[in-house]
């Protein structure tokens, strides 16, 4: 696959970025992604200029179901934010570095925190659908990562550390918060793989043996550029269904945005009660 060099990167990233500042006066300090049925979160901001993907110069654009293609600037909690509604993904046939190309440019347009949440499902056998899961750390099994390629030192090392790449005093944060409003979340790992399939029973018992309590098909290429840009990160996992070897049903996507829908409230209060506290 072709890469960009750092000075290919540099001009799409600037065309973007003067698009977006031609477009609105905002500069958000957080960028907040919502995933797959997860949008409802987007009511809950003072919106104050809203743009497709499809107008920003070499943004992607969102091709499935749950996911509206937008950019929100506005407030939140107090806060100024931008939220993406809607992601993008490996199995969509984007590239790692398109999939963190979003991200880079709003890190450009000044926020130095990601909240990112997703759909995943719950192997860990104490989680149940429409359960939340604080994400604490990842296993990347994409086969691929974004910083593959040239590096622009000016972004972030050559070699970013990633022993903590879930910031952990804003997930203590969470923690305070969750606790405070009763909401019962729980903490884990969650692991990224390709997709666009659903995972075999095998796959599931080797997934859980190596340490996943979730798995889903995003998160960890956005959140791998924002360590390597020096971002805070914070994580919420929502589980849409139950991934138990020995009970395994069908998978509905129907359903599935239906479980999101119904434990969207509950990532909700956690993710404008970080905000608050903040």
């Known amino acids: 696959m072709q890469r960009d ?7 799409k990233r600037d065309e973007a970025l003067s698009f977006l500042k ?22 809950e901001i003072d919106v104050v200029d809203s743009i497709s993907y499809s107008e920003i110069p070499h943004f992607p654009d969102s091709t499935v179901e749950g996911h509206a293609g937008k950019l929100l600037f506005g407030s939140l909690s107090g ?4 939220a993406m509604q809607g992601r993008f993904h490996y199995y969509e046939g984007y590239s790692m570095q398109e999939i963190a190309f979003p991200p880079r440019v709003l890190h450009a347009m000044g926020a130095e925190t ?3 949440s997703n759909a995943s499902g719950g192997m860990n056998p104490n989680y149940s659908r429409g359960d939340i899961m604080l994400i604490n750390d990842h296993i990347n099994m994409f ?16 070699f970013p550390d990633m022993s903590d790449p879930y910031t952990e005093s804003l997930r203590k944060v969470a923690e305070k918060v969750a606790l405070k409003k009763g909401i019962k979340m729980h903490e884990g790992v969650y692991l990224a793989l390709s997709g666009p399939t659903m995972e075999t029973k095998a796959e599931y018992r080797f997934l859980r043996n190596i340490g996943a ?5 995003s998160t960890v290429p956005e959140v791998i550029a924002a360590v ?21 049903e069908p998978v509905d996507i129907e359903k599935v ?13 956690v993710i404008t009660g970080v905000l608050q506290e903040l």
Do not use: W
Request: net charge negative; glycine share 10%.
């Open 5 to 11: 060099t750092v000075e290919e990167f540099r001009e």
């Open 22 to 43: 031609n477009e609105t006066d905002e500069q958000p300090d957080y960028l907040i992604i919502l995933g797959t049925g997860l949008g409802r979160l987007a009511d």
């Open 79 to 82: 806060k100024k934010v931008v």
């Open 114 to 116: 990601l909240i990112v």
């Open 143 to 158: 086969g691929d990562n974004p910083l593959i390629g040239p590096n622009d030192d000016e972004l972030g090392p050559r």
């Open 213 to 217: 309590d979730v798995v889903g098909m």
């Open 228 to 248: 390597h840009m020096g971002m805070d990160v914070l994580g919420i996992s929502v589980i849409t269904d139950e991934c138990f070897p020995d009970a395994l």
């Open 257 to 269: 945005l239906e479980a999101a829908g119904e434990a969207e409230p509950a990532m909700t209060e």
